[in-house]
C-alpha cells in the first residue's frame, strides 16, 4: 500500500488548500446527506453519518454546510437530492485496475463522464466483474502521528479488529475488516487518540508496480475521474516507490 497510501494522503492535504476547495466541500456534504438518509440525523445512533461528519470537519467544511446537509439527509430541510451509487470498473495505462465509486443523482451523466475520462486518458471501460475481484473492502481510518509511536496505536485498536498498523510517514493508517472500522475508531476515541478519517474502502490484493512514467499517467487519469462531481472515490491497484514519487512531486 505504502505509495498509493502516501500519495493518497499527499493528495487530500493538496486537495483541501488547492482551487478543487469546492468540489473537494460537494463531494464531503454529498457524504453527509446520504449518510443522514440512510441512517438517520441522529449522529449518536449513525456512525456512518458521524464519520463524514468528521472527515468534513477535518477538512475545514463549515458547520452550517454540514448542519444543513443533516437536516437535508435526515428530512428535517427541503432540497434533498435523491443520490444512488454506482460502481464503475475499467483498466488505466500499464494494466492498472480501476474501480471508480460514483453517488449520483443522474445515472447517465455519471456513466459519460466516467467514460470520456478514462477514453481521454489512456483507461478503457470493463465489465461489471471484471476488476472488482482484485480488491477487498476494507476498514481505514487515518490518524496524524504526532507523538505517537506505531505500537502505541497497534495496542490501542488490536483487541478492536485490527488488521495492521501502516506508517505512511506523516501519518498512520489501520486496517480493519469494514465491520471492523467503527470498533477501531471507537477505541482511538477511547484512548484519547485524534483521528483524521475512517472510511470503508476498497482495497487491492495485488498491486502493479509503476515507474515514473506509468505514475504520472495514472495520476492523470485519476485527477480526470475525480474531477467529475459524480465521482466520490477512485480505488486502483498501482504501487509506487517512495523514489519514483518524489520524482512526480518534484
Known amino acids: 500500500m505504502s ?6 494522503t499527499t493528495k487530500h ?28 440525523a441522529d449522529i449518536d445512533g ?33 432540497g434533498g437530492a435523491d443520490y444512488e451509487t454506482i460502481m464503475y470498473e475499467g483498466y488505466g495505462p500499464n494494466g492498472v485496475a480501476v474501480l471508480i465509486e460514483c453517488l449520483t443523482d443522474n445515472r447517465n451523466r455519471a456513466a459519460s ?28 481510518v487515518l490518524l496524524p502521528k504526532g507523538e505517537l509511536s506505531e505500537d502505541d496505536v497497534l495496542e490501542t485498536v488490536l483487541e478492536a479488529g485490527a488488521e495492521e498498523v501502516n506508517d505512511l510517514g506523516e501519518s498512520f493508517e489501520v486496517i480493519s475488516e469494514a ?21 470503508s474502502n476498497f482495497l487491492p490484493t495485488m498491486q502493479v508496480e ?15 475521474l475525480e474531477d467529475s462531481d459524480d465521482v466520490q472515490n477512485v480505488f486502483a491497484n498501482f504501487d509506487v516507490s517512495d523514489e519514483v514519487m518524489e520524482k512526480v512531486d518534484a
Open 179 to 199: 465491520t471492523d472500522m467503527v470498533a477501531v475508531r471507537t477505541a482511538l476515541q477511547q484512548a484519547g487518540i485524534d483521528y483524521d478519517s475512517a472510511d
Open 113 to 140: 463522464d466516467v467514460r470520456v475520462a478514462m477514453t481521454r486518458n489512456g483507461g478503457s471501460m470493463a465489465d461489471p466483474g471484471s476488476v472488482s475481484y482484485l480488491f477487498n473492502r476494507k476498514g481505514v
Open 3 to 8: 505509495g498509493h497510501s502516501k500519495w493518497a
Open 210 to 224: 509503476l515507474d515514473e512514467e506509468g505514475a504520472r499517467k495514472i495520476f492523470k487519469l485519476i485527477d480526470a
Open 46 to 78: 449513525n456512525p456512518t453519518l458521524f464519520d463524514a461528519i468528521q472527515k468534513a470537519k477535518k477538512s475545514s467544511v463549515p458547520n452550517k454546510n454540514i448542519d444543513s446537509a443533516v437536516k437535508r439527509g435526515g428530512g428535517l430541510e427541503a
Open 13 to 40: 492535504k493538496k486537495a483541501v488548500v488547492d482551487a478543487k476547495r469546492g468540489k473537494l466541500f460537494a463531494k464531503l456534504i454529498k457524504n453527509i446527506e446520504v449518510a443522514a438518509r440512510m441512517g438517520g
